[in-house]
C-alpha cells in the first residue's frame, strides 16, 4: 500500500511511543491508597498524553490526506459497501496462508487497512481512558465506581495492546522474510515521495 512521508512518520512515531508505553506500565510503580507513583509512572502519563494527541493527528490526517489509504478504509465496520470488499480480501489472504504462501504487500489490501484501524482505536481509547483517569482520579487515593471501571477498561485495552502489536509486528515480519519491501518502505521516512514496496511496482512494471 502507499503512504505519505507525513504518515510514514506519524507511523513510526506512534509505535515507537507505543511500545514505550507499554514496556513502562510494566516497570513503573502505579499509585496505591497512600503511596503515590515513581518517575516512570510521570513519565508513562505525560507520554500518553503525547501520543494521543499524535493519534488524534493521525486520524485528522486520515481523513484529509490524498494518499491511498482513506478514514473510511481504516473504520469501515459501519458502512456495508465497504465489507463485501474486506471478506473477499479474508478470503483471498486464507487462501494464500492454505497454500503456504504470503500475499502480495504491495497492493492495497481492505483488511489490512481495517486491521490498522482497529490497531489505531485501541491505542486512541487505550490514551482516552488514560488521560481521564489522570485528570478525574487523585494520586494515591483509592478509585472507586466509574473511575474503578475505567481503570480496569484501560488495563484491558493494554493487554489487548499487547497481543494486536505482536501480531501486527509477526505479520510484518513474514513479509520481510518473504523478500517484501513493506518494512523498509514504512521506514523510509526520509523519502518525500508516497512509497510502495517492490513487489508492487514490480508487478506493475510487467503491465
Request: glycine letters at 10%; proline letters at 3%; charged letters at 15%.
Given at each position: ?141 483509592a478509585m472507586v465506581g466509574w473511575l474503578h471501571d475505567v481503570k480496569e477498561g484501560h488495563e484491558l485495552l493494554g493487554t489487548l495492546m499487547w497481543f494486536y502489536l505482536i501480531v501486527h509486528a509477526s505479520m510484518a515480519m513474514l513479509h520481510h522474510w518473504a523478500g517484501h519491501d513493506t518494512v523498509r ?23
Amino acid at each position: 500500500m502507499y503512504y505519505d512521508r507525513f504518515t510514514r512518520v506519524l507511523h513510526l512515531t506512534i509505535a515507537v511511543g507505543g511500545v514505550v508505553q507499554l514496556l513502562s506500565s510494566l516497570l513503573m510503580t502505579h499509585p496505591k491508597p497512600g503511596r503515590a507513583g515513581d518517575a516512570l509512572y510521570a513519565m508513562h502519563d505525560a507520554g500518553g498524553q503525547v501520543l494521543l494527541a499524535l493519534l488524534m493527528i493521525h486520524w485528522l490526517w486520515s481523513l484529509l490526506r490524498q494518499g491511498e489509504v482513506k478514514l473510511l478504509q481504516l473504520w469501515p465496520w459501519f458502512t456495508p459497501s465497504q465489507i463485501p470488499g474486506i471478506v473477499a480480501d479474508a478470503r483471498q489472504m486464507l487462501s494464500h496462508f492454505w497454500q503456504r504462501k504470503i500475499p502480495e504487500g504491495g497492493r492495497f489490501s481492505p483488511l489490512a487497512a481495517a486491521v490498522q484501524g482497529v490497531g489505531l482505536m485501541l491505542a486512541t481509547l487505550l490514551g482516552g481512558s488514560g488521560l481521564l483517569l489522570s485528570n478525574a482520579a487523585a494520586e494515591g487515593v483509592a478509585m472507586v465506581g466509574w473511575l474503578h471501571d475505567v481503570k480496569e477498561g484501560h488495563e484491558l485495552l493494554g493487554t489487548l495492546m499487547w497481543f494486536y502489536l505482536i501480531v501486527h509486528a509477526s505479520m510484518a515480519m513474514l513479509h520481510h522474510w518473504a523478500g517484501h519491501d513493506t518494512v523498509r518502505a514504512m521506514l523510509r521516512i526520509w523519502e518525500k515521495e508516497q512509497v510502495a514496496t517492490a513487489n508492487h511496482e514490480h508487478v506493475a512494471g510487467k503491465e
